[in-house]
T-cell receptor, first 111, second 115 residues
Framework: ELKVEQNPLFLSMQEGKNYTIYCNYSTTSDRLYWYRQDPGKSLESLFVLLSNGAVKQEGRLMASLDTKARLSTLHITAAVHDLSATYFCAVRNDRDDKIIFGKGTRLHILP | NAGVTQTPKFQVLKTGQSMTLQCAQDMNHEYMSWYRQDPGMGLRLIHYSVGAGITDQGEVPNGYNVSRSTTEDFPLRLLSAAPSQTSVYFC??????????????FGSGTRLTVV
């Protein structure tokens, strides 16, 4: 059974700082997704990572995937208050096509 | 506008009542799924479908039924509502073309309270 673990679950940081959110998963997969959710809202897709070594960047966010280590990272560079949100990673199980989410990382960026 | 439409947005049920949450998408997506979101639990998969006529159970399927008679619609039925089913429910769809290179498009959610 696929398990997806994110850490930290809560992160409070100052504007201008860098930080990384980690997403570990338990079975083989080469499809990993990152989503953002603002309070009271739905989720929006940020990145789709499809192969080992994949790296994608959008503004101050950069996501990478290491399928051998079963690890993805979401790196935040020079954080700004607008990035405050909850970030979820999700992994597609190759065996049964289920897409399983982590518990989310609630990011609070202090101005 | 293209997207995933969920209805209703809010619902209050009494214990033991049944209801159907509606989900429709107009993007010709093959893959559709239902999740529930509870505080501190992330999103948990209830049921999913890889195409019309095909459904399968997710992580927390008990108490819920689904069907997929058309590509566009994927309703979620609560058979006999229980307070433990109080949650926010999200429907999502994605294309399976290109080997899953597209992420989900999510509906706006249904906030369900069972009293």
């Amino acid at each position: 059974e696929l398990k997806v673990e994110q850490n930290p679950l809560f992160l409070s940081m100052q504007e201008g700082k860098n930080y990384t959110i980690y997403c570990n998963y338990s079975t083989t997969s080469d499809r990993l997704y990152w989503y953002r959710q603002d309070p009271g809202k739905s989720l929006e897709s940020l990145f789709v990572l499809l192969s080992n070594g994949a790296v994608k960047q959008e503004g101050r966010l950069m996501a990478s995937l290491d399928t051998k280590a079963r690890l993805s990272t979401l790196h935040i560079t020079a954080a700004v208050h607008d990035l405050s949100a909850t970030y979820f990673c999700a992994v597609r199980n190759d065996r049964d096509d289920k897409i399983i989410f982590g518990k989310g990382t609630r990011l609070h960026i202090l101005p | 506008n293209a997207g995933v439409t969920q209805t209703p947005k809010f619902q209050v049920l009494k214990t033991g009542q049944s209801m159907t949450l509606q989900c429709a998408q107009d993007m010709n997506h093959e893959y559709m799924s239902w999740y529930r979101q509870d505080p501190g639990m992330g999103l948990r998969l209830i049921h999913y479908s890889v195409g019309a006529g095909i459904t399968d159970q997710g992580e927390v399927p008990n108490g819920y039924n689904v069907s997929r008679s058309t590509t566009e619609d994927f309703p979620l039925r609560l058979l006999s509502a229980a307070p433990s089913q109080t949650s926010v429910y999200f429907c999502a769809s994605s294309s399976t073309r290109g080997q899953g290179q597209y992420g989900y498009t999510f509906g706006s959610g249904t906030r369900l309270t069972v009293v």
